[in-house]
């Protein structure tokens, strides 16, 4: 079964600069989900998408946005890297016939250095 | 507001024993579900099962078992006969049932150890 695609695995970048995170749902999903899970830190809940809006948001910095575009894919751009963003950041997906269950994608690790 | 306490920070048996975590949760909601996550050490988080809050019967998978109590707002996982490769961080989590995003609320995780 298709599962809930993220890219790139792991990611190195230098403070300051820009990263995006793509997310990439389970086919006929329409709701995405971001966290973001420090070290030793449980996932903490960024911001979500249905049919491509804005559906809820969390403790997501200004410096961050992100978008669902009409394919259904997510991408979480992330503008002046500060050291403090290392983390993992999942995505999870979740459709209609499912509901409220969550979906997680295998994770982006990045390293702001 | 919705919370998630997860009261055992670190636990560390022995192969072959039976250990519980704990799970208590804060919801104003009548309708929510309940969650439990594995995370290895590889990162990914693996789902382990779903609870509604109006189903109060406890479910057993293998070695793996859930009492749901709502009138303590527990959740606790038991495993049974402990294996090596149940080591992982474990979390709980919530989500109300009605609602735009049905985002999760974790709790702050127990990290399992079995020891061969």
């Known amino acids: 079964a298709a599962g809930v695609i993220q890219s790139p695995r792991h990611l190195i970048k230098e403070k300051r600069e820009t990263a995006t995170l793509k997310c990439y749902p389970i086919?006929?999903?329409?709701?995405v989900y971001w966290y973001q899970q420090g070290p030793g830190q449980d996932p903490q809940f960024l911001i979500s998408?249905?049919?491509?809006?804005?559906?809820d948001k969390g403790s997501i910095p200004d410096r961050f946005s992100a978008q669902q575009f009409s394919d259904y894919h997510s991408e979480l751009n992330m503008s002046s890297l500060e050291l403090g963003d290392s983390a993992l950041y999942f995505c999870?997906?979740?459709?209609?016939?499912?509901?409220?269950?969550?979906?997680f994608g295998p994770g982006t690790r990045l390293t702001v250095l | 507001a919705q919370k998630v306490t997860q009261a055992q920070t670190e636990i560390s048996v022995v192969e072959k024993e039976d250990v519980t975590l704990d799970c208590v949760y804060e919801?104003?909601?009548?309708?929510?579900?309940l969650f439990w996550y594995k995370q290895p050490p590889s990162g990914e988080l693996v789902f382990l099962i779903r609870?509604?809050?109006?189903?109060?019967q406890n479910e057993i998978s293998g070695r793996y078992s859930w009492n749901f109590q709502k009138s303590t707002s527990s959740f606790n996982f038991t495993i049974t006969a402990s294996q090596v490769v149940d080591s992982a961080v474990y979390f709980c989590?919530?989500?109300?049932?009605?609602?735009?995003?049905?985002?999760?609320?974790f709790g702050t995780g127990t990290l399992l150890a079995v020891q061969p």
């Open positions: 989590a919530l989500s109300e049932a009605r609602g735009a995003t049905n985002k999760l609320i």
């Open positions: 086919p006929r999903h329409d709701t």
């Open positions: 998408f249905y049919e491509k809006m804005q559906s």
């Open positions: 999870a997906s979740r459709g209609r016939e499912a509901r409220d269950e969550q979906f």
């Open positions: 609870r509604n809050s109006f189903d109060e």
């Open positions: 919801t104003r909601d009548t309708t929510y579900y």
